[in-house]
């Protein structure tokens, strides 16, 4: 009230300033006469008092704002910060388990702000977001509890803040399209920000949210000067990777990644199998070659780990029998494509077998079954929301036990296709059938854009997904892989795809010292370095055979992801350490 | 049968040498006369006659053991190395499901020689050794299948050599004490080395596995030159960890590690949380300090994560609510102690809470009550086992909830029991007192040996090893750990306890970024090393708290191990990087 006094003096004050300044003169620039100065006098009077009522009317009409701030100030605002001051035990609702079953119920919800709409200074629509489920909220001016002022706050709330609201579930006259709860919407009574945005938005959640086929169908009807969709490109959303994780995809993409973790152990635990941690960092590069990032162990050197081969082989020579392990995996490859990453997590198995390492592969093969049965049985709304911004085909399973192909029949699959064609000196190769042609087409190992050929023709012949190509040549495999029994050319090896990509390579191992060194020194790899492995076959150990799985490649391409970056909640390749 | 034949010839032609080379002298060195001479000639006519039936003898005798070896050599003998070559299908059973039950069933199994005992040239008796699980088998020599050869043959063969065995099992009239199976044995028919040792067993398992009770008893019940049970020693076991890993206390020690990841996880999936996978090489170290080792990346330089502390917290940040992670945690702290490694398993979890920390703080009490009530309802079998090579105490679970103590309440009993006394400049104490004596003892935090003392008087007063103490000091603590909002001395953290030793530690986390820097700055850690970790709090995030479990921990203190190397299968330490 105070200041409101001191507006209205203050207007009265200009008012005599301006009477002291004025010097009344006519239109031809003479003092008036004293009728015309009398007239001027009555109008001036006249005016002021109009000035009078304007300047009341004004306070009166903030007089009432003021008054009408007080009705529903208790009712918005900033929360101080949480730092467990009270502890009421008020109950919060997941958005998710909202629906028309709940209408009429009075919810407390804590969600981010979406999206954000005024309309007039009277009505402000959120929608409220929590992981990838959205529910439609309105606040409306009325008399006793939501004023004009709360909606204005209500509307300059910046996206990405998390408010806690309260309010009654209604049921919807009409489909809400824009959210995931269609069928209801909150009618908000409270409105509080638990937690402020405090930096400029590098992009909206909504905009990194949207599929390539959106932003070109909006560029393509775009007129000129029309507003497109905004693309997100990849290095913006990893460098801001906090922000673009909470797309309602990324939330959907992490939940099938914990899933398909899940289905892996659920299976191998019940398949009496241990869960084992070996150690990733370790005084021997394990299997040679120069990628292997080194570390600086106190006064020496150490190496990450690229693999738990052989440790998880050491642990069947100690009889662990089954063993898996879920870990991370480093490959210092300076390779910056779409498909390489520095770090990864590996679903590593090895297991005793009987009298033949197709005990393992078959186990394997039920094994990716079953976590192909629960994606598409318990992930189907995930895989749903992922499809929305990065469509994908039903992956096929096959109905009866999985196929397998010789490696053999596999690249007569290729020779009839007009692929593994011979490389001839000499000989002239059109640039874009260079890759039909090799040096040794029955024993070269298959290539990225073969395997995707083959793939092809497996699913349009076989319609499926998934198989195995078993017995790869043995120069194409490590050197604990055991040589084929016919023909040592081949080996106990086995691939898995899924679409035409390597999803998991495995073998069986030699169990034998002796055959061990004689294979290391044929490819070049010194026994030395490896003498504890070596040892473990010194001391007797069952025949075994094994694979490792790269989490990350079975997500992206089981969802059909553009980049494997997007399969890695914090991707590192070369140039990436951060964030 | 033609080098039996070589073999006689070549006695007889051994026999001719000696002929020619003799030239007989009388006892007084000068030839012998013509009588004496014939009377030579006679006894070597005679001795020649004996060596030659003696041979005859020993031919017949070569001849009849190999026919003997002929009615038997189809059940023994070295098993070609185990290349895939066929596949039979026949059904391998497991030691554990061994009976009285089976009596009189045949049974193929596959086992390490865990004892071998000839007696005489009849019968030799294994123990086979599948994990923890033992058996008596048996061969005995009989007229059609087994013969000496084959018995012989068995005793030979070394320890830790994997073979096949096929026998029946029989009832045994009285109990088997030295093997898990007690009610039956094995009447071995056929025996065949799946896999030999080709190396010098470093120590045998059956010592590995010995208490040190054990020891120590047959050392005092010694006399002078009888021989005492080897002591295998920590170093020589961790130099040779496979053969080690062998001994059942360790099959047993690392099914039980895994038990804890399981019960662990179910918990958490059961209880909305997503498994995540964190980066274990970062760009900027992540709390700090000098405790890091770093990396060469490529052109730059990286670090190992010494917990996956900011990266969990950063999903929170990204809307993901309540997540968890087991993976490989690292240390660069040059501690050669029994509780220190420089690699270990962490089990990290964050959550979001509504209103108060407490929410999270019960959550936790009630994930490691499943995890104790997971070991005793389902382990039971392991842990006995682990107890006759480390004798244990029962682990005291409160019947209600868990004891919290305030960290006051805890300086109170210490204080009470003659701890926390205020050290005073030029107090002479003594030595064996020093650590009764502290320089703050209201705000210190507590040392180790405090802690045991703590846990001592609370499993006397409160029949409980499992408690925590909450509210610890805000100096001990890290920078981004919540000030307590009644007294900013203490903080919002916790540290839970078994059997006086920490567990686990956590805390409410500092949501807003200015709080945070500030406690940065108080507490000298840059803030631009960690800019993305603020930023991701820039752009809002609830409350929340979480903790951090260190597994090998756990698995020491629940099975009273007496180095923290024994919960690690392959541990690494400032000393240690292999095997």
Redesign the interface.
Known sequence: MAELENKVQDLSLKEKEVEKKDVPLGPDGKPLSKKALKKLEKEREKEKKRKEREAREAAERAQREANEVDYAKDFYGVLP??????????V?TNISDISAAKDGEKVLI?A?VYTSRLQGNKMCFFAL???FSTVQGLVVVNKETISKQMVKFCGSIPL???ILVEGIVKKSPELIKSTTVQDVEIQISSVFV??????Q?PFLVEDAARSEQQIKASEESAKEGDSKFVRVLLDTRLD????D??TPT??AI??I??GI??AF?DYL?NSKF???????????SSEGGSNV??????N?T?Y?SQSPQL?KQ??I?????RVFE???V?R?E?SNTYRHM??F?GLDLEMAF??????VMGFIENLFLHIFRVLKTEYSEQVAIVRRQYPSEDFLIPDQAPLRFHFKEAIALLKGAGYRQQLEPGKEIPKEDEFRYVKDPDFEDLSTPEERVLGAIIREKHNTDFYVIDKYPASARPFYT?????DPRYS?SYDFFMKGQEIMSGA?RI?????LVERMNALGVDPNGLK??I?????????HAGGGIG?ERVLMFYLNLPNIRLA?????D?KR???
Request: aromatic letters at 10%; a neutral charge; hydrophobic letters at 30%.
């Open positions: 910060l949480n730092n467990s001051s009270k502890r009421e035990g008020k919060y804590r981010r977001r929590q992981k990405e803040t998390i638990v937690s402020s945005v405090k930096k938005l801001n990777r906090v922000l994780l909470r990324n939330q992490f939940q990644q914990a973790c899940r152990r635990l241990t869960e084992i941690h070996t150690p990733k960092m370790t005084g021997a990032f080194s570390i600086k162990y106190f020496s150490g990450l440790y050491m642990l020579a100690a009889d662990f029998d879920i870990g991370p480093f210092a300076e520095t770090e997590t009987d009298e033949h390492y197709h005990e055991m040589p084929d029994p016919e106990n069986q169990h034998d010292p002796e055959l504890d492995y040892d473990a076959f010194r001391l007797g150990c069952v025949p989490l890695s909640a914090f991707p590192r070369p350490l951060l964030p």
